[in-house]
């Protein structure tokens, strides 16, 4: 009795296999170690290792008795829950849960970063096309740079499937990476003095907001969505039906659940499914690494995008209503993760320098332009295609 007889696994091992073994590794490393995304990229990383051990009956394999497929957990996963988009989707009612608008309220203005801190996603879509990716696989890298894991989800599972792997795994690393990624971006695009601009208490009120205000929100932005652009009511309005749930005042329960358990759940049912496209003959490519270099682009030209967006508003800005250039770096999906990066960075430069509240608002302002943005994608790809 050979080799392969007894130890199938071990005889069908290649290379490939131990290199998607070791990126598992390190996900798990990164989420431990580093505290970077945890709740994703663990379970990201022990399933990377459960498909890229040969035979894993954790995917769809063939029965060599019968000639007959096993369907695999982690296969009946995806197909019931990505394929279907239901996971990125409970996932965007869980955050419409932890959001609160009442900081876009009160800095209304600062809602323009989400929409500057996209432009990275449109210019990264324009050069993927020019190496050769068609409109929609170039759509579904180019969200990428949102830093928004479930729009990146939604749109590669409608869009470029084959691609869903790879794209995954930069949109969610990326969020993470946050933290080491936006800082040298962001010195190089500013001088000291304009790190050290105070936000005007203008832009630091604390006018109550009415609770009307704050219920109205969600159903009228649903509402405008359904009528601009239909294909992207079910990113908006999820993400709004869950902000619904948290505003109204008679589903706190519902709310906190939303907040935590749907949350948790979801998110480790996500990232262990996700895994399932992580196998070494999809992931092994030489496009993997393009996708990946084209996902760092994306992203750190939407940080570029708000950033040279708060520059340019101030030339139109009196001296002692300047905005902080770094608060454009804010309009990314990274929420609040972005905010608290941009603080402690305004908080190194000067101790005295409180920037957290502008940057939150300018932060809830891009997991709205993110979403905004997979939706105009989700509408515009298929009449280009």
Not at 12 to 22: E, R, Y
Not at 148 to 157: L, Q
Not at 204 to 231: D, E, Q, R, W, Y
Not at 237 to 244: I, K, P, S, T, W
Request: net charge neutral.
């Amino acid at each position: 009795m050979g080799l392969e007889e007894l130890l199938p696994a071990i005889a069908g091992m290649t290379w490939q296999h131990l290199v998607m073994i070791g990126v598992g590794l390190i996900l798990i490393y990164l989420a431990i170690a580093k505290n970077y995304e945890p709740t994703l990229l663990l379970p990201m990383g022990f399933g990377a290792i459960l498909v890229n051990i040969p035979l894993s009956s954790a995917l769809t394999q063939i029965d060599p008795a019968t000639g007959q497929a096993v369907e695999g957990v982690l296969n009946v996963f995806f197909e019931a829950g990505i394929a279907t988009e239901i996971f990125p989707l409970l996932i965007f009612i869980a955050i419409g849960a932890m959001i609160d608008f009442s900081p876009l309220f009160r800095n209304p203005s600062l809602l323009l970063f989400g929409a500057a801190a996209q432009f990275g996603i449109f210019l990264t879509m324009m050069f993927a096309t020019l190496l050769g990716y068609d409109i929609r696989e170039a759509a579904s890298i180019g969200i990428i740079g949102a830093a928004d894991g479930p729009t990146s989800i939604v749109v590669a599972s409608r869009f470029a499937p084959n691609l869903l792997g790879p794209i995954s795994v930069a949109a969610y690393s990326y969020m993470a990476l946050v933290p080491i990624i936006q800082p040298p971006v962001i010195r190089l695009l500013t001088s000291r003095k304009e790190r050290l601009i105070r936000m005007s208490s203008a832009t630091h009120n604390n006018k109550k907001i009415s609770k009307k205000a704050l219920i109205a929100f969600p159903i009228v932005i649903t509402i405008a969505a359904g009528i601009i652009a239909p294909s992207s009511l079910s990113l908006i309005g999820f993400l709004m039906f869950g902000n619904l749930i948290r505003e109204c005042g008679v589903l706190n329960k519902l709310s906190q659940s939303a907040q935590n358990e749907l949350s948790s759940l979801v998110t480790i049912l996500l990232g262990i499914t996700i895994a399932s496209t992580m196998t070494a003959d999809r992931f092994i490519r030489t496009d993997t690494l393009i996708i990946i270099a084209l996902g760092l682009f994306a992203f750190i030209f939407d940080t570029f995008g708000g950033v040279i967006f708060a520059k340019f508003l101030n030339l139109f800005r009196k001296e002692d209503n300047k905005i902080n250039p770094m608060i454009g770096a804010c309009g990314i999906s990274a929420f609040p993760m972005s905010a608290r990066v941009i603080h402690q960075m305004g908080q190194k430069e000067d101790p005295y320098n409180y920037l957290l509240m502008p940057a939150i608002s300018a932060n809830v302002g891009g997991q709205i332009g993110s979403v905004v943005a997979g939706g105009i994608i989700l509408t515009l790809v298929p009449l280009l295609a």
